[in-house]
């Protein structure tokens, strides 16, 4: 593979029309706008994709994106393991937009789902709270709850992972319909 291990915003911008390029982000956040020509392979999705992924490689450059870059990261990861090169944009969708670049949305596409980091923001913050008002009106022990709020999100910090996130992926609003994948991996093989 001629593609190095990461790709600044300019850099996927010239290479554009050579690349195949597969979104990780749930379905609410690819709906919200994504890279003109991405395939949406949502992260927790990437190993059943795995044979028409390597397919895509035979035939060029693979560029995976996400959010930010933590989640493609992730991606490139998983199929290194898998013998399957791949880059990543550097600072995702975030950072291709803040570039100037346009983000295709889909048609009738009529809301998107909040980004991942905004829900888990905002899950995180009802659990401490809920934790918080426990605590003060129930029993003191609920406080742990926000201890063990506050420790995951330093531990997802540190790491660079987020079990928090995996968990709301799993969500119905954040999960691909069966024929939605099986759709995207028959355009994925088609190219």
């Given at each position: 593979m001629?593609?190095?291990?990461?790709?600044?915003?300019?850099?996927?911008?010239?290479?554009?029309?050579?690349?195949?390029?597969?979104?990780?982000?749930?379905?609410?956040?690819?709906?919200?706008?994504?890279?003109?020509?991405?395939?949406?392979?949502?992260?927790?999705?990437?190993?059943?994709?795995?044979?028409?992924?390597?397919q895509?490689t035979?035939?060029?450059?693979?560029?995976?994106?996400?959010?930010?870059?933590?989640?493609?990261?992730?991606?490139?990861?998983?199929?290194a393991?898998?013998?399957?090169?791949?880059?990543?944009?550097?600072?995702?969708?975030?950072?291709?937009?803040?570039?100037?670049?346009?983000?295709?949305?889909?048609?009738?596409?009529?809301?998107?789902?909040?980004?991942?980091?905004?829900?888990?923001?905002?899950t995180?913050?009802?659990?401490?709270?809920?934790?918080?008002?426990?605590g003060?009106?129930?029993?003191?022990?609920?406080?742990?709850?926000?201890?063990?709020?506050?420790?995951?999100?330093?531990?997802?910090?540190?790491?660079?992972?987020?079990?928090?996130?995996?968990?709301?992926?799993?969500?119905?609003?954040?999960?691909p319909?069966?024929?939605?994948?099986?759709?995207t991996?028959?355009?994925?093989?088609?190219?």
């Open positions: 001629t593609t190095p291990a990461t790709l600044t915003t300019d850099e996927a911008r010239t290479r554009l029309h050579e690349l195949t390029i597969i979104d990780v982000r749930t379905p609410g956040e690819y709906a919200g706008g994504h890279l003109p020509g991405a395939l949406n392979i949502p992260l927790d999705r990437i190993r059943r994709a795995l044979p028409d992924i390597r895509a035979d035939r060029g450059d693979v560029l995976v994106v996400c959010a930010s870059g933590a989640r493609s990261a992730n991606a490139c990861k998983i199929l393991e898998n013998g399957v090169s791949a880059a990543t944009l550097s600072g995702g969708t975030g950072a291709w937009a803040a570039g100037g670049h346009g983000l295709h949305r889909p048609q009738g596409a009529s809301r998107a789902t909040w980004g991942m980091e905004r829900q888990v923001r905002l995180a913050g009802v659990i401490v709270l809920l934790g918080l008002l426990l003060l009106v129930v029993h003191p022990a609920f406080q742990l709850v926000s201890a063990g709020i506050a420790d995951g999100l330093v531990f997802s910090a540190l790491t660079g992972t987020c079990g928090m996130a995996a968990m709301l992926a799993r969500l119905p609003h954040n999960r319909r069966a024929a939605d994948l099986d759709d991996l028959a355009a994925l093989r088609s190219r």
